[in-house]
């Protein structure tokens, strides 16, 4: 399953709010998750079960979708927020996105 | 507090071996599926394999089936990968990546990964 993410790159202002797509080329039913990655860390989960966030996200990130299109929004944009987000789907065998960098406008 | 500690990464030429290692602590390691996550130099993120909570199932990602071998020991809670007949694009962070589940195959808990450089 090939998961495609858009855009590759956003730029926006702190405070502003941000929504990240994936689109499976195939149906995934609600099995996917996203993750943050800050330069030199490890990947972070954030939401899985396609809108579930992981234990100790903040309430501004939320997931949405199922079936083939998904989204990843956050509503009001942090410094710590900037970073590359990637979409992984668990369905069959996982694959990750491409990824999205989410930089400072 | 859930840790991973990977380690055995190196630089190796191609064709031959290494043998990765995650230690991992703070949470029942035998309750959860494991994963072997990898990252080349600049590139997104490729699942490698998996394992389950015995052992007794093993996964594994096309581009790695045949020349690497997952395994775990419960016992130590450690998790392993051999990596055989390595090429160059296997030159990556290797991360060891906990289960939310039993075989969920989505990870809660990562480490801090090991460089692996496949190169002559």
């Known amino acids: 399953i090939v998961m495609t993410q858009s855009p590759a790159s956003l730029s926006v202002s702190p405070g502003e709010r941000a929504t990240l797509s994936c689109r499976a080329s195939?149906?995934?039913?609600?099995?996917l998750a996203w993750y943050q990655q800050k330069p030199g860390q490890a990947p972070r989960l954030l939401i899985y079960g396609a809108s579930t966030r992981a234990t100790g996200i903040p309430a501004r990130f939320s997931g949405s979708g199922s079936g083939t299109e998904f989204a990843l929004t956050i509503s009001s944009l942090q410094s710590e927020d900037f970073a590359v987000y990637y979409c992984q789907q668990y369905n069959n065998w996982p694959t990750f996105g491409q990824g999205t960098r989410l930089d400072i406008k | 507090e859930v840790q991973l500690l990977e380690s055995g990464g190196g630089l190796v030429q191609p064709g031959g071996s290494l043998r990765l290692s995650c230690e991992a602590s703070?949470?029942?390691?035998?309750?959860?599926?494991m994963n072997w996550v990898r990252q080349a130099p600049g590139k997104g993120l490729e699942w490698v394999s998996g394992?389950?909570?015995?052992?007794?199932?093993?996964y594994y990602a096309d581009s790695v089936k045949g020349r690497f071998t997952i395994s775990r020991d419960n016992s130590k809670n450690t998790l392993s990968l051999q990596m055989n007949s390595l090429r160059a694009e296997d030159t990556a962070v290797y991360y060891c990546a906990k289960d939310v589940g039993a075989t969920s195959l989505h990870f809660d808990y990562w480490g801090q990964g090991t460089l692996v450089t496949v190169s002559s």
């Open positions: 195939q149906s995934i039913s609600s099995n």
């Open positions: 394992i389950s909570r015995s052992g007794d199932s093993t």
């Open positions: 703070g949470f029942t390691f035998s309750s959860y599926g």
